[in-house]
C-alpha cells in the first residue's frame, strides 16, 4: 500500500511558476514509478509527466514539455512537478500517481494503482 499527498497548488498569474510536491508513503516506495496527471472541469483526467524511479528518466505530455518538470528526491520519497511560464489551460486539479516500476512510460491513468488526493492550480489571465 502506498500512500500519496500533494501540496503546493495555489493561485498564480498566468506567466508565473508554481512547484507542486508529491509526498509518497508506505512499502516500498521507491519501487514504484511516478507521474503526473490533472483534470479540469468538464475534462477527462489527462497525463502530464512521469518519472522512473530506477533512473530518473521523465517524460511528458506535449503540453508541459518545456514548461514542466519532474524530479525527486534523493529518498525518492518526494516527486515534484515545477510549472513555469503557466496559462490559463493549465488550471485544472492536478494528482499525483504511483504504479509498480516497469522501466517503461504509461500515460494511461488505469495504469497507475495508487493516487492523491490531488490539489487544485488555477491559473489567471
Known amino acids: 500500500q502506498v500512500q500519496l499527498v500533494e501540496s503546493g497548488g495555489g493561485l498564480v498569474q498566468a506567466g508565473g511558476s508554481l512547484r507542486l510536491s508529491c509526498a509518497a508513503s508506505g512499502r516500498s516506495v521507491s519501487s514504484y514509478d511516478m507521474a503526473w496527471f490533472r483534470q479540469a472541469p468538464g475534462r477527462e483526467r489527462e497525463f502530464v509527466g512521469a518519472?522512473?524511479?530506477?533512473?530518473?528518466?521523465?517524460y511528458y505530455a506535449d503540453s508541459a514539455q518545456g514548461r514542466f518538470t519532474i524530479s525527486r528526491d534523493n529518498a525518492k520519497t518526494t516527486v515534484y512537478l515545477q510549472m513555469r511560464s503557466l496559462k490559463p489551460e493549465d488550471t485544472a486539479v492536478y494528482y499525483c500517481a504511483a504504479a509498480y516500476q516497469s522501466g517503461y512510460f504509461h500515460i494511461e491513468s488505469n495504469w497507475y494503482l495508487y493516487w492523491g488526493q490531488g490539489t487544485q492550480v488555477t491559473v489567471s489571465s
Open positions: 518519472i522512473i524511479q530506477r533512473d530518473g528518466r521523465t
